[in-house]
């Protein structure tokens, strides 16, 4: 059966819940739509976050940001929203979204959006 995008993020246990340590994500063809014109908007997505006790899953990821391929959204309310889901479904210690949006009208626009604190030493 075809995968299909899904709001739904799932996540697995952290196998090291007592150790601070950084995860990456880098996602290069991220799509949503202009919330004014309907036109594509191409991002790359990337998340940087220390997990608690809950990791996120990366099919359930690639889902989740497929989901927005015909959504209507401003950039920064797009990353803004990625990063709540993503708290809200990890609970991490501290979480980076950084949506890199491509060169639209002469303008390349960067939004940074964080939670929580990056621990020492990671």
Known sequence: ??????????????????????????CPEFTCLCPLTAQPDFA??????VPD????????????????????AFHE????RICDDLV???EPRYIEVV?????RGGIQ????VR???LPEGV
């Open 1 to 26: 059966m075809p995968s299909q995008p899904s709001k739904r993020l799932d996540t697995f246990d952290n196998p090291e819940p007592t150790r601070p340590y950084l995860i990456s994500f880098d």
């Open 77 to 80: 309310a797009v990353v803004n």
């Open 88 to 90: 809200r479904a990890a």
């Open 53 to 72: 006790r809950r990791c996120v899953e990366l099919k359930s990821l690639k889902l989740y940001l497929w989901s927005y391929r015909q959504e209507g």
């Open 99 to 103: 949506g890199h949006f491509a060169v």
């Open 115 to 117: 939670h929580g604190h």
């Open 109 to 112: 626009t960067t939004v940074t």
């Open 44 to 49: 790359r997505i990337g998340v940087r976050y």
